[in-house]
């Protein structure tokens, strides 16, 4: 089948129109946030969800009905002057013609400290800092954050208006400021009343220390869980969709929400791969879906065995017992079967698989799930051969074992 004709966009960035589904109470929220003077939200959960792309349609409904919203993207500040960086460039993109209003009130209040360009891309007219502040203090470049987002707020008071601002991936400030960038930044925030705020993240355990008891976010904000789409309405969609293209479902929508769920994104990847397989009335059953997990797979390999040896032995270990054991990773049985040397070991191990994004934890907590459907696909492919342990590349342990 033809690319044009696959109803499942690549999933590469955020997606909207038909591409988009569910959702809708939160897009409800977060748009009443985003119009809200002073209101406050932190929204937090696992990469690859639609968080952004959801966050990016509520940007989108409520400068469409006249309001004011920007979305600032974090992911790759590597300093505080990039998170100012990112919530100018985020103002320009989000309100289009109007932001013109908004960028000749910075431009008077920074007097020659913001420098214009033109996106290529766009045409848009994109401002920056003075790229020396990269070379000054944290603390400094923390205090030109603070007087562009107090500045936004005085324009914002001036124009009896209301601006909605997205920090996502706000998490990057804490990694690139530490707790005191957290605390500026909090001091700033907390005094606006004519900008709201939703603070977006999909590192859940940093969110949550910097949500816990003496940090400074900590009952600043209400707070959200970004959880998965319901797997019903997920698989449904998918077959839906499938059908309107003229492909036999035969159930795909569960089977690969099933083996590469919960994530949105993994699953749209496994199931576009399915039908970029078939022709026009063919029948997407579980071969289909073998057949095309397993070429995601493959396409990961390289990548995938250049980590796997990075790692240590009893991290691989552990590893290959999350994909193919349904006891506790620290059960006798596990630890046997797996020669992993001691439950602390096994736990340390775990521990730090989870801290680098490979590991999360399951939804009741009682175990480990991967966090990439694929790495795990080729641990079951490859890996738990090493020990003797052939098994169908569709397995999913966790799900075996009731942990999901």
């Keep these: 089948m033809s690319a044009t004709a696959n109803p499942f966009r690549i999933v590469h960035g955020t997606v909207r129109d ?9 897009l409800e929220r977060f748009r009443r946030v985003l119009e809200e003077p002073a209101a406050k939200l932190v929204v937090y959960g696992h990469r690859r969800m639609g968080k952004s792309s959801c966050l990016e349609e509520a940007v989108r409904r409520v400068n469409a009905c006249g309001g004011h919203a920007i979305i ?5 500040a590597s300093a505080m002057a990039d998170v100012g960086n990112r919530v100018l460039e985020g103002a320009a993109r989000s309100l289009g013609r109007r932001w013109r209003d908004v960028l000749g009130g910075l431009l008077d209040r920074f007097q020659g400290s913001i420098t214009l360009s033109t996106d290529p891309a766009s045409g848009l007219l994109l401002p920056s800092l003075a790229v020396s502040l990269r070379d000054e203090a944290a603390e400094a470049q923390g205090n030109t ?41 909090r001091g700033t925030v907390q005094h606006h009343q004519h900008v709201s705020y939703i603070f977006a993240g999909s590192k859940p355990h940093l969110v949550g ?55 949105t994104r993994d699953v749209v990847a496994l199931v576009r791969k399915c039908v970029d397989r078939l022709d026009a009335g063919g029948r997407a059953d579980r071969e289909v879906i073998r057949d095309a997990y397993m070429e995601l797979i493959e396409e990961k390999d390289e990548g995938v065995r250049i980590w796997w040896s990075s790692l ?65 696909g080729w ?26």
């Excluded at 600032?72 to 790759?76: C, E, F, I, N, V």
């Excluded at 914002?156 to 998490?171: H, K, M, S, W, Y």
Aim: charged fraction near 20%.
């Design 209 to 263: 220390r910097m949500l816990s008891s003496g940090r400074a976010f900590y009952q600043l904000a209400d707070e959200y869980q970004f959880g998965p789409i319901e797997p019903r309405h997920l698989s449904d969609w998918i077959d839906e969709r499938m059908a309107a293209v003229g492909l036999e479902p035969q159930g795909a929508g569960q089977i690969c929400v099933e083996v590469a769920g919960p994530r």
């Design 312 to 376: 240590t032995q009893v991290q691989q270990n552990v590893l290959r017992a999350v994909a193919g054991s349904t006891a506790g990773l620290t059960s006798g049985q596990t630890r046997v079967r797996f020669s992993l040397p001691s439950t602390g070991s096994a736990s340390n191990a775990a521990k730090a698989l989870l801290n680098a994004g490979h590991l999360v934890r399951t939804d009741n907590g009682s175990g480990y799930v991967f966090d990439n459907p694929f790495v795990r």
């Design 145 to 185: 954050l603070a007087k562009v987002l107090d500045t936004i707020d005085a324009l914002a008071d001036e124009r009896g208006e209301n601006i909605g601002i997205v920090l996502d991936e706000f998490q990057e400030i804490a990694e690139i400021g530490g707790e005191r960038a957290e605390w500026q930044l």
């Design 18 to 26: 038909e591409y988009f589904t569910d959702r809708e109470a939160e």
């Design 72 to 76: 600032a993207d974090l992911s790759t």
């Design 379 to 404: 641990v079951v492919m490859h890996a738990l051969k090493d020990v003797g342990i052939a098994l169908d590349p569709l397995y999913v342990a966790s799900r075996v074992a009731g942990y999901l």
